[in-house]
Nanobody, 123 residues
Framework: QVQLVESGGGLVQAGGSLRLSCAAS????????CGWYRQGPGKQRDLVAI???????NYADPVKGRFFISRDNAKNAVYLQMNSLKPEDTAVYYC?????????????????WGQGIQVTVSS
């Protein structure tokens, strides 16, 4: 299967920036859409940003103009640059990657989640 490892979270003051990284590993044939989601305390997991294989992006309204998603296809990685952070951005952030992987000489679709990484923004 395909494993995802996230990094880059932590504690930051309001107005600061963080960059999250998500690296995929395994017998990957291709990666289609990649997304970042977040789940705040007592809340459901919500989409933050998504990027297609062609590079088109879409953002949740609360983060538009502050967060930027990008990908490096050569590294099977997706990133989330978070600027002008607010306390309400505090959450566990998860990356999600969909694509195809090789198994038994055939390709199969996959959808994998990262383990989640804490982002805490202090006021």
């Amino acid at each position: 299967q395909v494993q995802l490892v996230e990094s880059g979270g932590g504690l930051v003051q309001a107005g600061g920036s963080l960059r999250l990284s998500c690296a995929a590993s395994g017998a990957i044939r291709s990666i289609n859409a990649c997304g970042w989601y977040r789940q705040g305390p007592g809340k459901q997991r919500d989409l933050v940003a998504i990027i297609t294989s062609g590079g088109s992006t879409n953002y949740a309204d609360p983060v538009k103009g502050r967060f930027f998603i990008s990908r490096d296809n050569a590294k099977n990685a997706v990133y989330l640059q978070m600027n002008s952070l607010k306390p309400e951005d505090t959450a566990v952030y998860y990356c999600n990657v969909e694509g195809y992987y090789w198994t038994d000489y055939r390709s199969q679709p996959f959808g994998s989640w990262g383990q989640g990484i804490q982002v805490t923004v202090s006021s």
